[in-house]
């Protein structure tokens, strides 16, 4: 097993007690804990040379617009994008997928055309094509789910005709921690002729990702799934979308000139960026990136697939507990999601989180998922690299004084 | 603070038994209530006789805060009067505000249960914060039950 515990000293929070008990904290798949690398870096930038980028002709200016670029650099590599202006930089990944649905859709989609999601997705990628989808005319289609919890491909010849003109779907379920077989996918939509795009949000920070090897149009992700701060995220682009896509939002920054009856704009990745950037945090999710390569993706890949196995394995030392997943730790990430007897999640959350634990109960912002599975809510477990077996064996001992309170066998 | 304090054993009794689940046909009056940040949901119809509750039938699913609160409501409620009732949801109301102390609620702490009955034991709730909402989930139901009524009852 990969020595992982150093890493835990790198997260203060982690040293927090809660009601009494030590933290274990297992909703990084909502939002992760951070790093002291990340943190300091983030100081450092607002003490020591912040100011707005491209803009002022003088030293501080000069240093942040570097600091903000090579962030954006960072992340570019981090993906292996073609190059650094394909990484725009948004508030996240639901601003990502706006931006495509609403930048690209709205001048390409028409009454008749079709736009293919999955049942698995995150409502950052159903409501955007939803809206798009109501001010076009064009019509949704789901991909499903097999019994296995996976996405049903052998569904796809069928569905995939010549009028689907997009497929946007989710590279790990956020729920079943589920990942498609991303470039499979994207191929077969490709030659249908559909523009494609991956919310890689959770695969992001759990497994080495290749926009190349992905071969899709476009990918959304947010910061503060991946170690990084809260209000940045990204949306990579095939450069050619990005030249064709209208802006989403205008404003400075983004323009090249601007007269009184029309403006033109700056060239890409800034068109998308309108108004001033949340510079630092770029900056931070620059070093969450460096954290996380210092680490090594694939020693995180394999560091989740350990402890969901293990998770997975002690989970069934409970007869109650019923996961909501695949069991193959080949396509999946670290993030289960289960129900206990008949307890709701809710009463779950709450006891385990007496005992020090941190857990999500609910429907993670997938409700067409959730009911799908056939029940309201979950309760979610999800890890990060500074998770340990400990974590588990103290989440197996919550749930052991839930079924007690609970009177569950 | 323990947990027992929250799930006290009335509550675990009647989030398992649920009283008086069910639908009514064409009842008096009608709400569905239900709380977007945990699922929990609530269908309640009643059945008055003048301005008294004869009949309440309760369906829902959600956590046992949410569900126990709404059966031991049905009991509290059934066989009052509206103004009654006013009563019983002014005082649960008072209870479950964490500002407010208990007594100040009109309860009686050398007598627990005296006021409100069994409604007593969710005052564990208030320690809870977050979970308050899931224990006025039946509530809020229920006055909005009660104005859709209205226009009825003084028929
Ligand atoms: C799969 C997936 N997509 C999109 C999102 C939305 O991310 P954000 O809220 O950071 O924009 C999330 C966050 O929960 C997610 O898990």
């Known amino acids: ?409 | 603070m323990s947990i027992e304090e929250l799930y006290r054993d009335v509550i675990l009794d009647h989030n398992r038994n649920p009283r008086n689940r069910g639908t009514l046909d064409h009842p008096d009056a009608h709400a569905e209530g239900n709380n977007p940040l945990c699922g929990d949901e609530l269908s309640l119809d009643l059945r008055l006789d003048g301005d008294r509750v004869t009949e309440v039938a309760i369906q829902g699913q959600g956590c046992s805060i949410s569900q126990s609160s709404a059966s031991m409501m049905s009991q509290a409620i059934k066989g009052k009067t509206l103004e009654e009732i006013e009563a019983v949801i002014a005082t649960f109301k008072a209870m479950m505000d964490i500002q407010a102390s208990p007594s100040r609620a009109g309860l009686d702490p050398d007598r627990p249960g005296a006021v409100l009955g069994d409604l007593e034991a969710l005052q564990g709730v208030r320690k809870f914060p977050v979970r308050i909402k899931c224990a006025n989930l039946a509530w809020t139901t229920l006055e909005e039950a009660l104005r859709s009524g209205k226009g009825k009852v003084e028929s």
């Open chain 1, 1 to 409: 097993m990969t020595d992982f515990s150093h890493v835990r000293q790198d997260f203060p929070v982690l040293k927090r007690q809660i009601h009494g008990r030590p933290l274990v904290f297992l909703d990084s798949a909502a939002s992760s804990q951070k790093p002291t690398q990340v943190l300091d870096v983030m100081d450092a930038a607002y003490r020591t040379y912040y100011a707005n980028v491209h803009r002022g002709a003088y030293l501080l200016s000069e240093e942040s617009t570097t600091a903000y670029e090579d962030a954006r650099g960072k992340v570019a590599r981090f993906i292996n994008a073609g190059s650094r202006s394909e990484v725009v930089f948004t508030r996240g990944a639901t601003t990502a997928l706006n931006m495509v649905a609403f930048g690209w859709g709205m001048d390409h989609l028409s009454a008749g055309d079709k736009i293919m999601l999955t049942m698995m997705e995150h409502h950052a990628n159903v409501v955007p094509w939803q809206l798009v989808a109501r001010r076009t005319g064009a019509e949704l289609v789901y991909l499903p789910m097999d019994a296995d919890y996976q996405l049903d491909i052998n569904r796809l010849p069928d569905l995939l005709d010549e009028r689907i003109k997009v497929v946007s779907f989710t590279g790990m379920s956020n729920v079943t921690g589920t990942m498609p077989p991303v470039a499979e996918i994207a191929r077969m939509a490709r030659d249908q002729g559909a523009l494609v795009g991956v919310d890689v949000a959770q695969l992001i920070t759990h497994a080495p990702i290749d926009v190349q090897q992905f071969q899709a149009d476009f990918v959304a992700f947010s910061g503060h799934k991946m170690l990084g701060p809260t209000g940045i995220g990204g949306l990579w682009g095939r450069p050619s979308l990005l030249e064709e896509m209208e802006p989403f939002e205008g404003g400075g920054e983004m323009i090249s000139d601007v007269q009184l009856e029309g403006s033109t704009w700056a060239p890409v990745p800034h068109k998308f960026e309108a108004g001033t950037p949340p510079i630092v945090e770029a900056i931070g999710l620059g070093a969450a990136v460096d954290y996380l390569e210092k680490i090594g993706m694939d020693s995180v890949r394999r560091h989740g697939q350990e402890l969901t196995g293990y998770a997975l394995n002690r989970l069934s030392e409970l007869p109650a507990v019923r996961v909501f997943g695949p069991a193959d730790l080949t396509a999946r990430g670290g993030v289960i999601s289960f129900a206990l007897g008949n307890v709701h999640p809710h009463d779950v959350a709450t006891i385990l989180d007496q005992e020090g634990i941190a857990v999500r109960a609910g429907h993670h912002c997938a409700k067409p998922l959730t009911r799908a599975l056939g029940v309201p809510a979950t309760v979610r477990v999800s890890f990060q690299v500074y998770n340990t077996r400990d974590d588990v064996d103290a989440l197996i001992a919550g749930l052991r004084r839930v079924q007690e309170v609970f009177r569950v066998d």
